[in-house]
């Protein structure tokens, strides 16, 4: 069993910045790949970034590129966001997600683990 546990997330004004995190326990064998998702009010689960298991490699969505930086703690098993310049488009519950492959990968359906959700309120 594998546990996330997604932290950080709240109400933020438009222009302003939060970092999340994913703490990740219980039976997680290396090496995983971790992402980030999320998902607003009637809308599809949509891919945000993703990190290698070295996180040599990332890759992140159109719509974040350029405002949000991922990265992972392997020695904690914690992989974060920092989101800066959010727009209230932004607004979601953000889930973090691990694969039990090395390479990131962008579709739901390659994570095998998932996080509760954290919410994030960006306000205009």
């Known amino acids: 069993q594998v546990q996330l546990v997604e932290s950080g997330g709240g109400l933020v004004q438009a222009g302003g910045s939060l970092r999340l995190s994913c703490a990740a326990s219980?039976?997680?064998?290396?090496?995983?790949?971790m992402g980030w998702f999320r998902q607003a009010p009637g809308k599809e689960r949509e891919f945000v970034a993703a990190?290698?298991?070295?996180?040599?490699?990332?890759y992140y969505a159109d719509s974040v590129k350029g405002r949000f930086t991922i990265s992972r703690d392997n020695a904690k098993n914690t992989m974060y966001l920092q989101m800066n310049s959010l727009k209230p488009d932004d607004t979601a519950v953000y889930y973090c997600?691990?694969?039990?492959?090395?390479?990131?990968?962008?579709?739901?359906?390659?994570?095998?683990?998932w996080g509760q959700g954290t919410p994030v309120t960006v306000s205009s």
């Open positions: 997600a691990v694969r039990d492959f090395a390479n990131w990968a962008t579709n739901p359906s390659d994570y095998d683990y």
């Open positions: 219980g039976r997680i064998f290396s090496p995983y790949a």
């Open positions: 990190i290698s298991w070295r996180g040599r490699s990332s």
